[in-house]
């Protein structure tokens, strides 16, 4: 026999045992939280909220473009030209992030939070079915130890 003996032969075997238990664990929490996702109103506010958040952004660009124009020409400025255009702006960049795909940041935003999300409810998962392993864990040692 080598140097390890019947004791490490046991011990590798048991630590093996524990991490494919621990992989099938992992993958099993990992199915779970996939399957509890968000429910659809949740969802519909998560993204209502990214395209808010888009919109905004938009609005912010549109901003910065108009002050990049020189000023004058044949309409000149006024306050309620300057009124006439905010208001214009933010209506314009609610149209681009509700009503078409915008720039695509509310998908971009919405897809991270879920995934986010979905790793949360994962690792709960995993968490709650790593609680109660220490316990089958000292079951199998005292079985190879016998």
């Known amino acids: 026999m080598n140097a390890i003996g019947f004791d490490g032969i046991a011990a590798s075997g048991m630590m093996q045992a524990d991490l494919q238990r621990s992989e099938a664990m992992m993958d099993l929490a990992t199915k779970r ?55 214009f702006d933010e209506h314009l960049s609610g149209l681009m992030a509700s ?24 690792y709960e998962a995993y968490l709650s079915q790593r609680d109660a392993m220490p316990q089958q864990v000292e079951t199998n040692v005292q079985e190879v130890q016998q």
């Open 99 to 122: 009503k078409g795909n915008g720039f695509g940041l509310a998908e971009a935003l919405y897809s991270s939070v879920v995934k986010q999300e979905q790793g949360r409810k994962a």
């Open 33 to 87: 939280a996939a399957e509890t996702s968000l429910d659809p109103k949740d969802q519909r506010e998560l993204m209502d909220a990214a395209k808010g958040f888009e919109s905004i952004m938009i609005n912010m660009l549109l901003k910065s473009m108009r002050q990049t124009v020189p000023k004058g020409g044949f309409i000149e400025s006024s306050f309620a030209s300057n009124q006439y255009e905010q208001m």
